[in-house]
């Protein structure tokens, strides 16, 4: 089943911070967050895993609730290269393949 | 280093027309994904192969889907008798598959499908 995410599209000033929520209704082994261009590959930004900890690379961290199946990324001092569409895969126990949601649309203003 | 390639990018087909899909998987990657992304939607999940072997095949819509790596590195998307639904990007994901879950998938560009 596929994951929810919200919101849809948000708008953010450069500078601002932004916060995008995935959820699931099935018990989660690990979520998958990727950037994804126009016209582009979706490119990899982090997973978070089981009993995993909090993760974070430059001004970008996620976090994983397991008992609500959440897991939500933190965008802070965004900046114009954030802009983009951001999806969480999830895995479920030995499944290899990620299930996505539907995506949300970051835009970035200068 | 070099990343997943796929070719071709674009492809306009003539519905009933067969059409292949190449990916070229970073070098060294165990496991290959191909996934269908629908304008505006997420991607979702055709096939994978661990090396030579298809593990899963669950996703393929329809028996007019077909996938192959005969050696274990490049794959081939077949789609026979194309139809006007199946116009989407296709794109290919690998990763090493170290025997550990959560491995990065790591996508290439995609090849962005027309059928007319």
């Known amino acids: 089943q596929q994951p929810v995410q919200s919101p849809q599209a948000v708008i953010l000033r450069e500078g601002e911070d932004a916060v995008i929520n995935c959820s699931s209704s099935k018990a989660l082994y690990s979520v998958h967050w990727y950037r994804q261009k126009h016209g582009e590959a979706p490119v990899f930004l982090m997973i978070?895993?089981?009993?995993?900890e909090q993760k974070g690379h430059d001004k970008i961290s996620a976090s994983f609730n397991e008992k609500k199946q959440q897991s939500s990324l933190y965008l802070t001092a965004s900046q114009l290269s954030y802009s983009g569409t951001y999806f969480c895969g999830t895995e479920k126990g030995s499944a290899r393949q990620l299930t996505f949601g539907s995506g949300t649309q970051l835009t970035v203003l200068p | 280093g070099a990343g997943v390639s796929q070719s071709p990018r674009y492809k306009v087909a003539k519905r009933g027309q067969d059409v292949a899909l190449r990916c070229d998987p970073i070098?060294?990657?165990?496991?290959l994904f191909w996934y269908q992304q629908a304008l505006g939607q997420g991607p979702e999940f055709l096939t994978y192969f661990q090396n030579e072997a298809q593990l899963d095949k669950s996703g393929l819509p329809s028996d007019r889907f077909f996938a192959e790596r005969p050696e274990g590195s490049v794959s081939t998307l077949k789609i026979q008798r194309t139809q006007q639904e199946d116009s989407a990007v296709y794109l290919c994901?690998?990763?090493?598959?170290?025997?550990?879950?959560?491995?990065?998938?790591?996508f290439g560009p995609g090849t962005r499908l027309t059928v007319l």
């Open positions: 070098s060294g990657h165990v496991s």
């Open positions: 978070l895993l089981k009993g995993g």
């Open positions: 994901a690998s990763s090493t598959d170290r025997g550990s879950v959560a491995d990065t998938q790591y």
